[in-house]
């Protein structure tokens, strides 16, 4: 009797996990089933922005081979100054050769007041930290930086010449003034920071003021550029 008792309930524990399988194989099968349609979903709308890239990126191209197409032809002569004149307005901007006004900041540095033994030098302002405040600024998103009216570009260079600095060529003294325009929250911050130009000046009682100003006015680059010509194989015979 206990032996007919136990085949019963191993039968139906055999029944029971025969229903589960089942549930679980149907389960799984409709899951992989709803994960390709949701895979295929995905492909095709990937491939149908990829489409409409390359055929906003064909339009394009089509519209620049006409403009090259009609300056060639002298149909749009006009445009074609226009477009040279803003790119030069541009490139001008660029290279510093125009004013720059906005909001910004106003460094001003100066050499310690304290009275110290040792190397006076060492309580000087000199080139490397008028280096350092620029490249902060100019990490910061400093869109245009002068020291004392000269502007800073990419041939400016600032050096010491014993005592002296000198920046474009020009000798300038201490106090300093470094305007830079940009967004003054982030350009003081940046001086600001701990551990930064304004931490490592203090131990040698460096004076440095930094002020937000509503409109700062950084001056063009104002030295006469150089530029590379080539020269004629007649004119060298000459």
């Not at 799984?28 to 895979?39: G, I, Y």
Request: hydrophobic fraction near 40%; include cysteine; charged fraction near 25%.
């Amino acid at each position: 009797m206990r032996k007919n008792h136990y085949l019963f309930a191993l039968t139906l524990i055999c029944i029971l996990l025969g229903m589960i399988i089942g549930i679980q194989y149907n389960t799984v099968k409709k899951q992989n089933s709803l994960t390709e349609n949701q895979r295929l979903t995905e492909l095709t709308a990937t491939l149908k922005k990829v489409q409409e890239e390359k055929e906003a990126l064909q339009a394009r191209l089509e519209e620049k081979e006409k403009i090259i197409k009609d300056y060639e032809n002298g149909l749009n002569f006009g445009a074609t100054v226009e477009n040279l004149q803003s790119e030069i307005g541009q490139l001008r901007a660029f290279a510093g050769l125009t004013e720059v006004r906005g909001a910004g900041v106003r460094v001003t540095m100066n050499d310690s007041s304290i009275k110290k033994g040792g190397d006076s030098n060492a309580y000087l302002v000199h080139a490397e930290d008028l280096l350092a405040v620029m490249n902060e600024l100019n990490v910061a998103g400093a869109e245009a930086v002068s020291i004392n009216g000269q502007r800073i570009v990419g041939k400016s260079s600032v050096s010491c010449a014993g005592s002296i600095v000198m920046v474009n060529g020009e000798r300038v003294a201490a106090p300093f003034e470094v305007l830079a325009v940009g967004d003054g929250d982030i350009l003081q911050s940046a001086l600001k920071f701990p551990g930064g130009v304004v931490d490592n000046l203090a131990p040698w009682g460096i004076e440095i003021t930094i002020k937000k100003e509503a409109e700062v006015v950084v001056p063009p680059f104002i030295q006469t550029v150089l530029y590379k010509v080539p020269v004629l194989e007649q004119e060298v015979d000459q």
